[in-house]
């Protein structure tokens, strides 16, 4: 059993950074891949970044790839997502989630533990 809580949403300016973090209680927090999933009103839920259980393979959608960092520590049982060159279009809630596939995952379906969300919202 693993619970995610998420933080670190906020509003910023178009061209911004925000940094989130997603805590995770459960013993075995190392053994399972992470991923960031990102939710606009209107929209379907849809895959953002994965990190596998070490931290050293990332995957990220085309649509943020070289702007989003996912990184994960085993020690505080945290995954962060660093957000640079923010775009409107990058508005949402995001949710973190966790699966056992170790080596993480585009899909949304493989990912059992979900957390709470938390509002992103790009302004111009």
């Known amino acids: 059993q693993v619970s995610l809580v998420e933080s670190g949403g906020g509003m910023v300016q178009a061209g911004g950074s925000l940094k989130l973090s997603c805590a995770a209680s459960g013993r075995t927090f190392s053994s399972y891949g992470m991923g960031w999933f990102r939710q606009a009103p209107g929209k379907e839920r849809e895959f953002v970044a994965a990190v596998n259980w070490s931290g050293i393979s990332t995957y990220y959608a085309a649509s943020v790839k070289g702007r989003f960092t996912i990184s994960r520590d085993n020690v505080k049982k945290t995954v962060y997502l660093q957000m640079d060159s923010l775009k409107l279009e990058d508005t949402a809630v995001y949710y973190c989630?966790?699966?056992?596939?170790?080596?993480?995952?585009?899909?949304?379906?493989?990912?059992?533990?979900w957390g709470q969300g938390t509002q992103v919202t790009v302004s111009s």
């Open positions: 989630a966790a699966t056992r596939s170790s080596g993480g995952t585009y899909y949304l379906n493989e990912y059992m533990y």
